[in-house]
């Protein structure tokens, strides 16, 4: 009797475990749609095209509530840039800063009291005059853009598979969610016009980073003061990629 009450008890306990995995899967499935979801529809609202085309075009509308800031370090063969600073995407362009050390660096930010999202030029039509010129002169860029998500994530893109792989890997290493997106997937970051990759070689980094992952960086998102730990650990990873592929830096 005591053996078939402990069998028993130990069934119990076997079943109540599979019902806390099931669970866990479910959530995690849920979890994984619900960002896809917030992919798409970002995607989405991008299609729908952005206020101005070009430039020049922002140039006949905006007279200002934007500033264009660069850093060129000499010797330096990567440029590290965001054609989506300030108010634009917020976040990136403190991530863009934390390389002025050491890399040359760009940034488009967007400064106006609101609808900053009107400064928005896509990656593709992206030609403002001063980075078009700019990056021409480097072998390899990254750039750094915000995405729409509750999930604190990152899309890895861009056409230097070697590299993302390195990311992906160092972003998991510190604890950081991350994944490779490839030619063809949403917001990879391949097209040979996107403006990341008119560089002199055509190598390149894109990263997309969401919104919740962007807001953990910071004590206030809205001011970007206090950078916590997170943003850290997380430039730490990126510089520890650069580190691997450039001995020199």
């Known amino acids: 009797m005591k053996r078939l009450l ?3 008890f130990i069934f119990l306990i076997l079943c109540a475990l599979l019902m806390v995995k099931c669970s866990h899967s479910a959530q995690e499935k849920k979890g994984q749609k619900q960002h896809h979801e917030e992919v798409e529809k970002y995607q989405k609202e991008r299609k729908k095209g952005d206020q101005y085309e070009s430039f020049k075009q922002l140039l006949r509308h905006e007279k200002d509530g934007y500033e264009i800031e660069f850093h060129e370090k000499g010797g330096s063969d990567l ?4 054609p ?3 108010e634009i995407e917020p ?3 403190e991530i863009v800063e934390a390389f002025q050390e050491r890399y040359s660096t760009y940034l488009f930010e967007g400064t106006k009291q609101d609808n900053n999202r009107d400064l928005h030029i896509t990656s593709t039509k992206f030609d403002e005059p001063i980075l078009v010129q700019m990056i021409k002169t480097y072998p390899f860029s ?3 853009h915000g995405y729409k998500s509750h999930k604190r994530h990152t899309l890895v893109g861009g056409t230097n598979e070697k590299m993302q792989r390195a990311v992906v890997r160092e972003l998991k290493d510190r604890g950081f969610s991350a994944e490779m997106v490839q030619e063809g997937e949403r917001l990879s970051g391949t097209d040979p016009k996107n403006i990341n990759n008119q560089n002199a070689s055509g190598e390149s980094v ?3 980073i969401s919104t919740a992952q962007r807001e953990s960086f910071f004590d206030n998102f809205d001011t ?3 950078k916590k730990k997170a943003f850290r650990r997380y430039i730490s990873a990126l510089k520890k990629v650069l580190r691997e592929f450039d001995p020199s830096s």
């Open 6 to 8: 402990i069998c028993g």
């Open 79 to 82: 440029l590290v840039f965001s």
């Open 84 to 86: 989506h600073g300030g």
């Open 91 to 93: 976040g990136t362009s």
């Open 142 to 144: 990254i750039s750094i």
């Open 206 to 208: 894109q990263l997309e």
């Open 224 to 226: 970007r003061n206090g």
